[in-house]
Every structure is written in structure tokens, then in C-alpha cells.
């Protein structure tokens, strides 16, 4: 049996990942091992990469992971519905362990529960090194919620699970009633395409999507949008539609003009969720006599609850085969090619790049 690690670690922003073997840990209570079958870069990673946004050097990048349970701190571990975890059982998990005595966790809100451990963005230590994806093992801290994978998903399915597909499910959980609602997501990147897929099987009237990019906008077509416009060219439907207008909307690209122009496309009550907006940014220029006398709603969303992992868990058992999210994973690396990896994924072309340990 293996007794030590392998991990890529970031050091600072457009440098090579530097490899380092690492011993396997000693387990806490409550506590895991998991060796690492699949993780995909996120775009977030890309961002920290590339320097957009602050994060810890000397960390391992990555949190869309899925794996295998190796070590146990003890036999009676349980997932989130309270079945039984065994070694060797394929998992994935909440993209962070939280505390949940904490005073927002107790309010609804775990992911900003105090001294919040994110996978993928801590900075190493003597206790946690293996906190990332980009690594043959992850160590998984006390009080992260675990859920034993259906068998049916690929593992290209299942790594982006705990980040764009619970995400997803969150959004939509805080726009509310989506059954015979028109629904708009603005930018159909990875967090666009899932939204469409799970807004049309969550029963909208009608699914649209909008994106700079032709392509991308066509390509939501495969994924349950209805129609699809390019952003600055195409005018969408009015509030004055015989449709009934836009009555929500997912902003996944977090680009403060969007958000600005999708405001004034939603009708009378709609309701407006942003994710995409996690980097610096401008301020926003926003009417509150317009939001008042349209009875309009905004909501911000980071991260997510461990219900959300659930829903998506559930939503991509059920429809892997109807959409093509298989596909989503363009290309595949080995983990020792990880610079070559992100440099491609920089590159564009792909929704997502795959990483095998």
C-alpha cells in the first residue's frame, strides 16, 4: 500500500507547479482519506492561476474532485443521508468542511460558517497538506459532507458535481417556483449549461439563454434552452411578450454591464440570481425606484448548502443521458502534465479540462 502523496503545488501566479511527495496524514476524528479518480479545473482555478483573484500560494488548486475512501478515522462515517461509507466506496463532498455551531451556519448559511476550510484554496500546513484537487489524495477534514456517487455517472459526469452543478441547484433553489416560469440564463459557460439543463427539467415554460459567443449560445441548445441569443445583437422579449416576459433570470457571468442590462429584462415581479460575479469588479448602477415600482428581486449566491450537492446529485443521475454533460470534459491530462493542462484550459476552447492522478 501507497504511503505517501503526490500533489502539485501552486506557489504564486504563472508559475510551474512545483511537485512534491507527500506522507499520508494522521487522521482526527472524523476524518477521511480519499484517493483521487478524477478532478476537473474549474474556472475559478484558472482565476487564481492567472492572478485575478488573491488566494493562498503553497496550496493545492482544485475542487471539483471526485475519488475513493482509502483511510477512515473510524468505521461508523456516514454520508448525508446517513447510509454507510466503506473504503473504496466512490465520493464526492462539499466543497468545504464548516462548523456547524457557528452562528451563520445555524442561520442557513454553512458556506460562511467561521474558520470555513474550502478545498482547493487553503493554505498548506504542517496538519493539512492534501487539500486540493491537483494531488493522488485528498484529505478530508471533520464536519464535510459526504455523498456516496451513483454508479451509473462517468467520472467526467461526476467531478464537477460539488461546484457547478450545486450551484446551479442553489441558484435556482433561492429563484424559487420554476414550474411554468419563463427563465433566462445570461452566459452559458459551464454554470449556463447546467442551469438550462436543470431549469427545463424543473419544469419552466420556456428556457432562453444569452452569451457573447455564438457558439456557446448554440451549444445551450443541447442543453434544454429553447432559444438562444448573442448578447449586444439579438433583442430578447420584451416584458410586454404574449410569453409573459422574463420572470428569472441566472447570471453566471458576473460582468457588472450584463448584470446591469438583465435587470431591465425581467418583468413584473422577476427575480434575478447572480453567481458568476466572485472578482473583482465595479460597482453596480442600480435604480432603486425601478426595483421598487417593478416589484423586482435580487439575490447573490456563493457557494452553497449541502441540499443544493444533494439536488444536483440527483439531477444528473437522472438526466446524464438526455444532455451531453459527458462532453463538457474536452480533454484530459495527466496530473504530472498539470501546467501543460492549464495553459489549455487558459486557452479556451473547452468547458472544462480533466485531471488524472
Known amino acids: 500500500m501507497e504511503k505517501e502523496a503526490i500533489a502539485k503545488v501552486f506557489m504564486e501566479p504563472e508559475s510551474p507547479f512545483t511537485t512534491r511527495s507527500i506522507g499520508f496524514p494522521s487522521l482526527a476524528e472524523g476524518e477521511l482519506l480519499v484517493k483521487i479518480n478524477f478532478s476537473t479545473i474549474c474556472t475559478s482555478d484558472l ?7 488573491q488566494s493562498c500560494s503553497h496550496s493545492v488548486l482544485g475542487h471539483e474532485i471526485i475519488g475513493v475512501i482509502e483511510k477512515m478515522s473510524t468505521e461508523d462515517m456516514c454520508d448525508y443521508y446517513g447510509n454507510q461509507l466503506n473504503i473504496g466506496d466512490r465520493i464526492t463532498w462539499t466543497i468545504y468542511a464548516h462548523d456547524p455551531n457557528s452562528i451563520n451556519a445555524k442561520k442557513g448559511y454553512p458556506q460562511k460558517s467561521k474558520a470555513l476550510y474550502k478545498y482547493g484554496h487553503e493554505q498548506m500546513n504542517d496538519a493539512y497538506q492534501l487539500n486540493g484537487g491537483f494531488a493522488s489524495h485528498c484529505h478530508l477534514r471533520k464536519n464535510t459532507t459526504l455523498f456516496k456517487l451513483p454508479e451509473n455517472l462517468s467520472n467526467l459526469e461526476a467531478a464537477p458535481l460539488n461546484c457547478t452543478h450545486a450551484t446551479i441547484a442553489g441558484a435556482l433553489r433561492l429563484a424559487g417556483e420554476l414550474k411554468n416560469k419563463n427563465i433566462l440564463v445570461n452566459g452559458v ?14 419544469g419552466a415554460k420556456n428556457v432562453w ?8 449560445a448554440s451549444y445551450s441548445l443541447k442543453f434544454g434552452a429553447k432559444k438562444a441569443f448573442i448578447y449586444g445583437e439579438d433583442k430578447i422579449r420584451s416584458s410586454s411578450d404574449p410569453d409573459g416576459g422574463i420572470d428569472i433570470i441566472i447570471e453566471t ?10 435587470l431591465k429584462l425581467l418583468a413584473i415581479g422577476g427575480t434575478l440570481v447572480l453567481v458568476g460575479s466572485v472578482f473583482p469588479q465595479r460597482d453596480l448602477s442600480i435604480n432603486g425606484e425601478y426595483l421598487v415600482r417593478n416589484l423586482l428581486s435580487i439575490k447573490g449566491l456563493h457557494n452553497y448548502i449541502p441540499e443544493d450537492l444533494a439536488t444536483a446529485i ?9 444532455y451531453p454533460f459527458e462532453n463538457l470534459v474536452g480533454k484530459t491530462f495527466n496530473l504530472q502534465d498539470l501546467d501543460e493542462a492549464f495553459a489549455t484550459a487558459q486557452n479556451g476552447g473547452y468547458y ?6
Request: net charge positive; charged share 25%.
Open 47 to 53: 482565476h487564481t492561476f492567472y492572478g485575478r483573484r
Open 189 to 202: 459557460g459551464m454554470l449556463g449549461l447546467s442551469a438550462c439543463a436543470m431549469a427545463k427539467e424543473g
Open 209 to 216: 439563454s444569452q452569451d457573447i459567443d455564438p457558439k456557446k
Open 253 to 262: 457571468s458576473g460582468n457588472p454591464e450584463a448584470i446591469e442590462h438583465c
Open 314 to 322: 440527483n439531477f444528473i443521475k437522472k438526466a446524464h443521458l438526455k
Open 352 to 357: 472544462r479540462i480533466g485531471i488524472l492522478p
